[in-house]
């Protein structure tokens, strides 16, 4: 991992620029999850309807504390399962309505370079996989390039990481309708063990 990459790809970030680099499940495409003109560009590249909410990561639970209400349920889940998404309503208006009006999934990543990306720039950050809606998910730039060929132009930055494991997605976990709403790595029966047996 090319620490001063990561620097270089933070700074594009924090100047509203967009970047695709590897997660912990297939490459992402994200940019400052508090700039709405640059997140209005992921969902161009993406050709993303705006009906569908944009993840988060963020690289502590102290950055997530910002930007959503926590409560014990959902700090039990960031503490017990690396990596898991859970949705909670949103504080304040830092995040633009266009991510999402009421609620935010957030994750901690346990890739190391989305996470220093998130503590480098200081901001969470959008985290959706980097390709165009409804193809599949990308494990290698030359897919993400291939997937998204008619707006490379508006990429500011790849981080090659060569071809990634191909992970289950993220469990997302939604604290405010109680629901699973995706199964990845982490099972259903798992996350109601843990939370004696509801949500």
Do not use: W
């Not at 209400?69 to 898991?84: C, H, M, Q, S, V």
């Amino acid at each position: 991992m090319d620490i001063n990459e990561i620097k270089k790809a933070a700074m594009i970030i924090i100047n509203g620029g967009i970047v695709v680099y590897p997660t912990d499940t297939c490459y992402g495409i994200g940019c400052d999850a508090t700039n709405p003109v640059a997140i209005e560009k992921i969902f161009l590249i993406k050709e993303r309807s705006k009906d569908k909410p944009l993840p988060l990561i963020a690289s502590s639970i102290e950055m997530i504390k910002s930007y959503v209400y926590l409560d014990e349920r959902a700090l039990k889940l960031f503490n017990t399962f690396p990596g898991i998404s859970v949705a909670l309503r949103k504080k304040g208006k830092a995040i633009p309505d266009i991510v999402n009006s009421d609620k935010i999934a957030f994750r901690i990543p346990s890739n190391e370079i989305s996470r220093k990306l998130c503590e480098f720039s200081n901001k969470p950050i959008i985290s959706t996989s980097a390709n165009k809606s409804g193809d599949p998910s990308p494990y290698s730039i030359k897919e993400v390039k291939s997937s998204l060929k008619n707006y490379l132009d508006h990429i500011d930055l790849f981080i090659d990481y060569g071809v990634l494991d191909k992970n289950p997605p993220s469990t997302i976990v939604d604290l405010i309708t109680g629901e699973v709403s995706r199964v990845g790595k982490v099972t259903e029966k798992q996350i109601l063990d843990l939370l004696g047996g509801k949500l």
